[in-house]
């Protein structure tokens, strides 16, 4: 991992990255909800990257990992302009965007925004539109109403919140009941273990995409992470296609 650096915003809060130079389109990774770059698929990504000579960059969202910031904070919206601010002031040329989890939602957003410098997107157990489908009535009810919701954690101690700000701006942007206006090549990655996000949102996305150049890859004994050297290597695969 090349050194730690930091991007400020115009609000001055320092967004925490990593990037390295190299061939190809720039693989921009996209990080899960409560997740950073320190976790194994981006670690992973980003030490292919360096050793294929490929550019990469990876980055904290704000109120996560190292960078600045509160993650009640923490918004959709807000975490599209970090992204977004980063490849303008690091990339030029093409971007691949990887997207794990909620990130898999947000590389939706910041493609649209990316137009004809799109050349591909990788979906991880992506999620778009968890709030909806990942939520019952009474939770929806409590955040619109301004009250946090937490849940029990399967991956660590403390439970995870929902802010209500959060939810409410993420309501604004639902993509899986309107056509998505992508048209580059995609692969979604599933596995069909997973207990967080229903593998059939795969496909959901793949039928909401403009592209005619989807695949959906489902791995039976797969859990949400996908993150066994297995898994790793299936998504290395579909990497190298896009190179």
């Known amino acids: 991992m090349s050194n730690l650096q930091f991007h400020e915003m115009p609000d001055h809060r320092k967004i925490a990255y990593r990037h390295v130079q190299g061939q190809g389109p720039t693989l921009v990774f996209l990080p899960g909800y409560m997740s950073d770059m320190a976790g194994g698929k981006a670690t992973a990504l980003f030490a292919d990257a360096q050793a294929q000579g490929r550019a990469c960059l990876l980055l904290d969202y704000s109120g996560c990992g190292q960078s600045d910031g509160d993650f009640a904070d923490g918004t959709l919206s807000r975490w599209r302009e970090e992204v977004l601010a980063l490849i303008a002031a690091y990339i030029d040329g093409p971007i691949l965007l990887v997207g794990s989890s909620m990130g898999g939602w947000l590389m939706l957003l910041v493609a649209e ?23 019952s009535d009474d939770q929806r009810t409590v955040l619109a109403s301004g009250q946090i919701v937490y849940e029990d954690n399967p991956y660590g101690p403390e439970p995870t919140p929902t802010h209500p700000g959060f939810f409410a701006d993420a309501e604004a942007l639902l993509r899986l009941d309107t056509e998505i206006e992508v048209h580059c090549p995609v692969r979604l990655l599933h596995g069909q273990r997973d207990t967080d996000v229903p593998w059939e949102t795969s ?26 050297d297995c898994d790793i290597a299936t998504l290395k695969a579909q990497l190298a296609s896009f190179y």
Do not use: C, N
């Not at 991880?124 to 489908?133: E, G, K, N, V």
């Not at 995409?209 to 859990?223: E, F, H, M, N, Y």
């Open 113 to 135: 925004a990316l137009g004809d410098r799109l050349a591909g997107m990788i979906g991880i157990a992506a999620a778009p539109d968890f709030i909806r489908w990942g939520y």
């Open 203 to 228: 496909l959901k996305l793949a039928e909401a995409l403009r592209s005619d150049a989807v695949q959906v890859t489902l791995v039976k004994d797969g859990d949400h992470r996908l993150s066994r």
